[in-house]
Each structure stands twice: as C-alpha cells, then as structure tokens.
C-alpha cells in the first residue's frame, strides 16, 4: 500500500485562496482515481473533488466555479487550487486514491486509502 502525503494547508482570510498539494507515491501509475475529501468534527468525511484516469473531474455542487483539481503524472502530485474560500470551507482535507468507475462516483463512494490529512482554516 502507497502512502499519501497532504500539504499545504492554512489559515487564509474568506475570499482568499490556497493551494493544497499530495504526494501520490505509487497511486500515480493513472490506473487510479484521485480525489479531495474533507471532514469536519462530528460530521462525516464529504467528497470535494475528484479526477479519473481519463482526466475526468467532479465537484461537489458547494466548491464548483471555485475549486480546481488536477494531477501531475510524471510529478505524482495530486493538486486542488481553491480560490474564493468561505468560512464554509473549513475542515480538515484529505487525500484519497482507489479504483473507480468515475469520477463522479468516486466523489461519492470515498476510499480506502487516505492521507493524514491538512488542516484548512477560513475566517471572516
């Protein structure tokens, strides 16, 4: 089993943007789905973004028009450009890879491998 390594998380004022990046390691070979998750204390983890190995993407309806997804194969970095954050946006956001019949339903299925996970703050 592959390790995913999360980063680039802060604390950023609403209206700001971050960049969060993971290491992929061997989920990198595109025989894998890539996606973005994040979970707020007490609530369930929920799908943000995901990307198929046909470069496919889906968002979750509340990120849609603000957040980017993408992969770097040769990189093995998986990378979510979220622009326009709102207080709502607040949680811990994680990494994820598996097999998938597409992005869409990766985004709702989730996974079986995660990364530890880094810690995106939004204020008002």
């Known amino acids: 089993q592959g390790q995913l390594v999360e980063s680039g998380g802060g604390s950023v004022q609403a209206g700001g943007s971050l960049r969060l990046s993971c290491e992929t390691s061997?989920?990198?070979?595109?025989?894998?789905?890539l996606g973005w998750f994040r979970q707020v204390p007490g609530k369930e983890r929920e799908g943000v973004a995901t990307i198929d190995t046909e470069g496919d993407t889906n968002y979750a309806h509340s990120v849609k028009g603000r957040f980017t997804i993408s992969k770097d194969n040769a990189k093995r970095t998986l990378y979510l450009q979220m622009n326009s954050l709102k207080p709502a946006d607040t949680a811990m956001y994680y990494c994820?890879?598996?097999?998938?019949?597409?992005?869409?339903?990766?985004?709702?299925?989730?996974?079986?491998?995660w990364g530890q996970g880094t810690q995106v703050t939004v204020s008002s």
């Open positions: 061997i989920y990198a070979d595109n025989t894998y789905c």
């Open positions: 994820a890879a598996d097999y998938c019949f597409s992005a869409a339903a990766f985004l709702v299925a989730g996974s079986a491998n």
